[in-house]
């Protein structure tokens, strides 16, 4: 096993784990990679930038979701943009008012590579209710004013 620094271009974050062994990782751009990380289970990097780990996802997907929908009591078509991993989605289907959820998202290999790789966490993407755009997020909302 050996050490594997990530860090964040966003984010004051530089952080190494021991990781086991990459499953996946992507020739295009942006690089994605499926990474095996000892205690922690499977990762999704972008750019070696860690988008969630498997044993962390309900922290970093619960606070996106529950947060603002303990504001309002009508919840029911669903705007995210990025959240290709369907971490969100899986998340805001748990509420039964949830009509249609739309995901906007650049990437189709991190929808696929999360499908595969995260059935549990993706599992919102394959859900009657969800719509998946690939597109840039940004453009998307001007488009859609």
Known sequence: M???RFSSQN??????????KT???TDGSPKIEIIKIKD?????TMEDDIQFLESQHETYHEVFTHT?????????????????????ATEILKYPSVKKVTIVDLSKEVVDLSIKY?????????????????????SWIKDHE
């Open 40 to 44: 922690h289970g499977l990762c999704l």
């Open 118 to 138: 995260f059935p549990k966490i993706s599992r919102g993407l394959q859900d009657p209710k969800t719509e998946i755009i690939y597109d840039n997020a940004c």
């Open 68 to 88: 603002p929908c303990r504001y309002t009591n009508q919840i029911e078509d669903i705007l995210i943009l990025g959240g290709g991993d369907g971490g969100v």
């Open 23 to 25: 499953i996946h990782t």
């Open 2 to 4: 050996k050490h594997r």
């Open 11 to 20: 984010h004051p974050i530089d952080i190494s784990f021991q990781t086991v």
